[in-house]
Protein backbone atom coordinates (compact mmCIF):
# COMPACT_ATOMS: atom_id res chain seq x y z
CA UNK A 1 0.00 0.00 0.00
CA UNK A 2 1.03 3.32 -0.72
CA UNK A 3 0.29 7.02 -1.36
CA UNK A 4 1.28 9.82 -2.96
CA UNK A 5 2.54 12.83 -1.67
CA UNK A 6 3.89 16.08 -2.32
CA UNK A 7 7.84 16.40 -2.00
CA UNK A 8 8.69 18.59 0.90
CA UNK A 9 11.98 20.38 0.59
CA UNK A 10 13.35 17.09 -0.33
CA UNK A 11 12.52 18.87 -3.51
CA UNK A 12 14.49 21.79 -3.29
CA UNK A 13 16.87 19.77 -0.32
CA UNK A 14 19.37 21.16 -3.24
CA UNK A 15 18.10 24.19 -3.59
CA UNK A 16 16.34 25.39 -0.47
CA UNK A 17 18.43 25.39 3.31
CA UNK A 18 17.15 22.79 5.97
CA UNK A 19 14.17 23.35 7.51
CA UNK A 20 14.24 24.09 11.66
CA UNK A 21 11.69 22.07 13.64
CA UNK A 22 8.75 20.10 12.32
CA UNK A 23 5.03 21.35 10.41
CA UNK A 24 2.46 20.84 12.96
CA UNK A 25 0.15 18.54 12.62
CA UNK A 26 -3.62 18.40 12.84
CA UNK A 27 -4.73 19.88 16.56
CA UNK A 28 -5.41 17.06 18.48
CA UNK A 29 -8.08 17.14 21.50
CA UNK A 30 -6.44 18.97 24.42
CA UNK A 31 -5.64 16.82 27.53
CA UNK A 32 -7.98 16.69 30.30
CA UNK A 33 -7.01 18.04 33.76
CA UNK A 34 -5.89 14.82 35.16
CA UNK A 35 -7.49 13.52 38.51
CA UNK A 36 -5.27 12.22 40.28
CA UNK A 37 -1.12 13.15 40.18
CA UNK A 38 1.49 10.30 38.89
CA UNK A 39 2.93 10.48 42.29
CA UNK A 40 -0.63 9.70 44.00
CA UNK A 41 -1.11 6.97 41.33
CA UNK A 42 2.16 5.66 42.45
CA UNK A 43 1.91 5.58 45.68
CA UNK A 44 -1.33 3.92 45.77
CA UNK A 45 -0.23 1.14 43.05
CA UNK A 46 2.91 0.61 44.46
CA UNK A 47 4.21 0.55 41.03
CA UNK A 48 6.37 2.96 38.22
CA UNK A 49 5.33 2.42 35.12
CA UNK A 50 7.87 2.99 32.12
CA UNK A 51 7.07 3.01 28.68
CA UNK A 52 9.03 1.56 26.44
CA UNK A 53 9.43 1.21 22.19
CA UNK A 54 10.69 -2.14 20.85
CA UNK A 55 12.03 -0.88 17.60
CA UNK A 56 13.67 2.44 18.28
CA UNK A 57 17.23 1.43 18.98
CA UNK A 58 19.78 3.10 20.21
CA UNK A 59 16.87 4.72 23.13
CA UNK A 60 14.45 2.09 23.42
CA UNK A 61 14.32 -1.91 22.19
CA UNK A 62 13.69 -4.84 23.31
CA UNK A 63 17.26 -6.67 23.68
CA UNK A 64 17.99 -10.20 22.53
CA UNK A 65 17.29 -11.34 26.09
CA UNK A 66 13.81 -9.93 25.98
CA UNK A 67 14.31 -6.92 28.35
CA UNK A 68 13.77 -3.15 27.60
CA UNK A 69 16.95 -1.62 26.70
CA UNK A 70 18.61 1.58 24.95
CA UNK A 71 19.77 5.06 25.66
CA UNK A 72 16.04 6.95 26.75
CA UNK A 73 15.71 3.27 28.78
CA UNK A 74 19.32 4.39 30.88
CA UNK A 75 17.78 7.68 31.35
CA UNK A 76 14.53 6.57 32.80
CA UNK A 77 15.99 4.04 35.96
CA UNK A 78 17.67 6.96 36.85
CA UNK A 79 14.76 8.70 37.11
CA UNK A 80 12.67 5.90 38.44
CA UNK A 81 15.35 5.86 41.66
CA UNK A 82 14.11 9.21 41.94
CA UNK A 83 10.52 8.56 41.76
CA UNK A 84 11.30 5.51 44.52
CA UNK A 85 12.68 8.07 46.86
CA UNK A 86 9.86 10.82 46.84
CA UNK A 87 7.28 7.90 47.06
CA UNK A 88 7.61 6.52 50.11
CA UNK A 89 7.16 3.21 48.82
CA UNK A 90 9.85 1.01 50.29
CA UNK A 91 9.13 -1.89 47.40
CA UNK A 92 8.28 0.20 44.71
CA UNK A 93 8.01 -1.80 41.73
CA UNK A 94 9.49 -1.02 38.44
CA UNK A 95 6.79 -2.14 35.14
CA UNK A 96 8.38 -1.70 31.78
CA UNK A 97 5.12 -1.44 29.49
CA UNK A 98 5.18 -1.81 25.41
CA UNK A 99 4.32 0.88 23.26
CA UNK A 100 3.98 1.45 19.47
CA UNK A 101 4.41 4.78 17.41
CA UNK A 102 0.35 4.66 16.93
CA UNK A 103 -0.18 4.40 21.05
CA UNK A 104 2.52 5.75 22.66
CA UNK A 105 1.53 9.00 23.50
CA UNK A 106 -2.19 7.58 23.97
CA UNK A 107 -0.86 5.41 26.46
CA UNK A 108 0.87 8.48 28.51
CA UNK A 109 -2.73 10.45 28.29
CA UNK A 110 -4.51 7.40 29.88
CA UNK A 111 -2.10 6.80 32.42
CA UNK A 112 -1.02 2.92 31.04
CA UNK A 113 2.77 4.66 31.86
CA UNK A 114 3.59 7.34 33.47
CA UNK A 115 7.00 8.27 31.88
CA UNK A 116 7.42 7.26 28.38
CA UNK A 117 10.94 5.95 27.72
CA UNK A 118 11.30 6.62 23.91
CA UNK A 119 12.47 8.85 20.84
CA UNK A 120 9.72 11.41 21.51
CA UNK A 121 10.27 14.80 19.61
CA UNK A 122 8.39 17.97 21.54
CA UNK A 123 6.34 19.22 19.03
CA UNK A 124 3.55 22.13 20.15
CA UNK A 125 0.46 20.00 18.90
CA UNK A 126 1.79 17.30 21.16
CA UNK A 127 2.18 19.72 24.31
CA UNK A 128 -1.36 19.55 23.93
CA UNK A 129 -1.50 16.05 25.15
CA UNK A 130 1.73 15.49 27.26
CA UNK A 131 4.04 17.69 28.97
CA UNK A 132 7.34 16.98 27.85
CA UNK A 133 10.80 16.50 30.24
CA UNK A 134 13.89 18.63 29.60
CA UNK A 135 15.10 17.58 26.53
CA UNK A 136 17.38 14.65 26.47
CA UNK A 137 18.69 14.65 23.64
CA UNK A 138 19.25 16.72 19.89
CA UNK A 139 17.52 14.70 17.68
CA UNK A 140 16.21 15.39 13.74
CA UNK A 141 15.50 13.51 10.34
CA UNK A 142 18.22 12.42 8.40
CA UNK A 143 17.98 9.83 5.37
CA UNK A 144 19.75 6.71 4.54
CA UNK A 145 20.34 5.62 0.35
CA UNK A 146 21.99 3.14 -1.14
CA UNK A 147 25.54 3.73 -1.77
CA UNK A 148 24.87 2.90 -5.40
CA UNK A 149 22.21 5.53 -5.42
CA UNK A 150 21.82 8.13 -8.65
CA UNK A 151 24.29 10.88 -8.19
CA UNK A 152 21.97 13.68 -8.89
CA UNK A 153 19.36 12.28 -6.35
CA UNK A 154 22.36 12.18 -3.66
CA UNK A 155 23.04 16.04 -4.80
CA UNK A 156 19.48 16.96 -4.24
CA UNK A 157 19.37 14.83 -0.94
CA UNK A 158 22.38 16.63 -0.08
CA UNK A 159 21.77 20.17 -1.05
CA UNK A 160 24.91 19.61 -2.80
CA UNK A 161 23.59 20.89 -6.47
CA UNK A 162 26.51 23.08 -8.28
CA UNK A 163 23.55 25.10 -10.09
CA UNK A 164 20.87 26.95 -8.60
CA UNK A 165 19.16 27.74 -11.72
CA UNK A 166 15.42 27.54 -12.68
CA UNK A 167 16.68 25.14 -15.30
CA UNK A 168 18.37 22.87 -12.86
CA UNK A 169 15.25 23.44 -10.25
CA UNK A 170 13.15 21.93 -12.76
CA UNK A 171 15.67 19.12 -13.64
CA UNK A 172 15.52 18.72 -9.32
CA UNK A 173 11.93 18.35 -9.84
CA UNK A 174 11.27 15.67 -12.30
CA UNK A 175 13.96 13.40 -10.59
CA UNK A 176 12.41 13.92 -7.21
CA UNK A 177 8.92 12.94 -9.27
CA UNK A 178 10.58 9.06 -10.55
CA UNK A 179 11.32 8.40 -6.86
CA UNK A 180 9.76 6.55 -3.67
CA UNK A 181 10.19 7.33 -0.53
CA UNK A 182 8.94 5.99 2.67
CA UNK A 183 8.81 6.84 6.28
CA UNK A 184 7.23 5.46 9.38
CA UNK A 185 3.85 6.40 9.59
CA UNK A 186 3.14 8.76 12.90
CA UNK A 187 6.39 9.80 13.16
CA UNK A 188 7.91 13.68 12.94
CA UNK A 189 9.92 12.10 9.43
CA UNK A 190 6.96 11.13 8.08
CA UNK A 191 4.84 14.59 8.30
CA UNK A 192 7.96 16.66 6.92
CA UNK A 193 8.42 14.86 4.40
CA UNK A 194 4.89 15.41 3.58
CA UNK A 195 4.47 19.11 4.49
CA UNK A 196 7.61 20.01 2.53
CA UNK A 197 5.55 18.18 -0.64
CA UNK A 198 2.79 20.43 0.24
CA UNK A 199 4.71 23.39 -0.39
CA UNK A 200 6.64 22.73 -3.40
CA UNK A 201 3.69 20.82 -5.26
CA UNK A 202 5.81 17.73 -6.67
CA UNK A 203 4.27 14.39 -6.75
CA UNK A 204 6.02 11.54 -5.79
CA UNK A 205 5.49 8.16 -4.28
CA UNK A 206 5.49 8.20 -0.34
CA UNK A 207 5.18 4.95 1.07
CA UNK A 208 4.37 3.58 5.05
CA UNK A 209 7.47 2.02 6.77
CA UNK A 210 5.82 -0.95 9.35
CA UNK A 211 9.35 -0.44 11.30
CA UNK A 212 12.62 0.98 11.21
CA UNK A 213 13.72 -2.20 10.22
CA UNK A 214 11.19 -2.41 7.14
CA UNK A 215 12.55 1.25 6.06
CA UNK A 216 16.04 -0.05 5.74
CA UNK A 217 15.28 -3.20 4.20
CA UNK A 218 12.83 -1.23 1.32
CA UNK A 219 15.86 0.66 0.49
CA UNK A 220 17.73 -2.59 0.54
CA UNK A 221 15.42 -4.23 -1.53
CA UNK A 222 15.27 -1.12 -4.18
CA UNK A 223 11.90 -0.73 -3.01
CA UNK A 224 12.56 2.27 -1.84
CA UNK A 225 15.11 5.12 -3.26
CA UNK A 226 15.30 6.51 0.40
CA UNK A 227 14.01 6.14 3.83
CA UNK A 228 13.28 8.54 6.41
CA UNK A 229 14.04 8.71 9.77
CA UNK A 230 15.42 10.03 13.35
CA UNK A 231 18.91 10.52 12.19
CA UNK A 232 20.77 9.13 15.37
CA UNK A 233 18.26 5.46 14.59
CA UNK A 234 19.24 5.67 10.58
CA UNK A 235 23.10 5.56 11.78
CA UNK A 236 22.58 2.55 14.53
CA UNK A 237 20.56 0.60 11.93
CA UNK A 238 22.57 0.86 9.04
CA UNK A 239 25.74 0.12 11.33
CA UNK A 240 24.26 -3.20 12.56
CA UNK A 241 22.54 -4.27 9.06
CA UNK A 242 24.39 -7.04 7.38
CA UNK A 243 23.62 -5.07 3.80
CA UNK A 244 25.76 -2.06 5.68
CA UNK A 245 28.34 -1.79 2.89
CA UNK A 246 25.06 -1.20 0.81
CA UNK A 247 23.58 1.58 2.72
CA UNK A 248 24.64 5.32 3.67
CA UNK A 249 23.45 8.01 5.51
CA UNK A 250 23.64 11.45 4.11
CA UNK A 251 25.22 13.84 6.35
CA UNK A 252 22.55 16.51 5.88
CA UNK A 253 20.07 16.55 8.91
CA UNK A 254 17.31 18.19 7.27
CA UNK A 255 15.43 19.30 11.38
CA UNK A 256 16.71 20.08 14.39
CA UNK A 257 14.70 18.75 17.56
CA UNK A 258 14.45 18.10 20.87
CA UNK A 259 13.82 14.93 22.09
CA UNK A 260 12.37 14.53 25.41
CA UNK A 261 10.23 11.74 27.57
CA UNK A 262 6.64 12.49 27.82
CA UNK A 263 5.05 12.60 31.27
CA UNK A 264 1.10 13.43 32.33
CA UNK A 265 -0.52 16.64 31.13
CA UNK A 266 -0.19 19.64 33.83
CA UNK A 267 1.66 17.47 36.34
CA UNK A 268 4.20 20.47 37.50
CA UNK A 269 5.01 18.59 40.29
CA UNK A 270 6.16 15.01 38.85
CA UNK A 271 7.72 17.18 35.80
CA UNK A 272 10.12 18.76 38.22
CA UNK A 273 10.66 15.66 40.20
CA UNK A 274 11.63 14.35 36.49
CA UNK A 275 14.05 17.54 35.67
CA UNK A 276 15.94 17.13 38.81
CA UNK A 277 16.87 13.38 38.21
CA UNK A 278 17.87 14.03 34.45
CA UNK A 279 19.77 17.03 35.79
CA UNK A 280 21.58 15.25 38.02
CA UNK A 281 21.99 12.69 35.42
CA UNK A 282 23.54 15.11 33.24
CA UNK A 283 25.87 16.51 35.56
CA UNK A 284 26.89 13.29 37.02
CA UNK A 285 30.77 11.72 36.40
CA UNK A 286 28.59 8.57 34.62
CA UNK A 287 26.78 10.10 31.87
CA UNK A 288 29.79 10.47 29.45
CA UNK A 289 29.82 6.55 29.66
CA UNK A 290 26.42 6.15 29.24
CA UNK A 291 26.41 8.65 26.32
CA UNK A 292 29.23 7.33 24.57
CA UNK A 293 27.52 3.56 24.89
CA UNK A 294 24.58 4.36 22.37
CA UNK A 295 26.00 7.19 20.46
CA UNK A 296 30.05 7.36 20.65
CA UNK A 297 32.04 9.65 22.25
CA UNK A 298 29.73 13.21 22.32
CA UNK A 299 31.17 15.96 20.50
CA UNK A 300 31.45 19.71 21.43
CA UNK A 301 28.06 20.44 20.22
CA UNK A 302 26.63 17.58 22.32
CA UNK A 303 28.00 18.50 25.11
CA UNK A 304 26.33 22.19 24.69
CA UNK A 305 23.58 20.59 24.34
CA UNK A 306 23.13 19.25 27.72
CA UNK A 307 25.07 21.68 29.15
CA UNK A 308 22.55 24.31 27.92
CA UNK A 309 19.75 21.54 29.31
CA UNK A 310 20.55 20.79 32.66
CA UNK A 311 19.09 23.23 34.95
CA UNK A 312 20.90 24.13 38.16
CA UNK A 313 19.44 23.83 42.03
Do not use: H, M
Given at each position: MRYVAGISALALLAVAPAAFGQAKKATPAPAAKPAATTLERVKASGSLKLGYRTDARPFSFKDASGNPAGYSVDLCQAVGDAVKGKAGVADLKVEWVPVSVDNQLRAVQQHEV?????????????????????????????????????????????????????????????????????????????????????????????????????????????????????????????????????????????????????????????????????SKEFASAGYQGTYAKWFGKPNEKSEVFFRWNALPE
Open positions: DILCAAATVTLSRREQVDFSLPIFPGGVGVVVRTDAPKRLRNILNGEAAQYTPVWRAVALNILREQVFTAVPGTTAEQWVKDRGQEFQVQFALTPASSYEAGIQAVVDRKASAFFAERAILLDAVKSNKSAKDLVVLDRQYTYERLALPIQYGDDDFRLLVDRAL
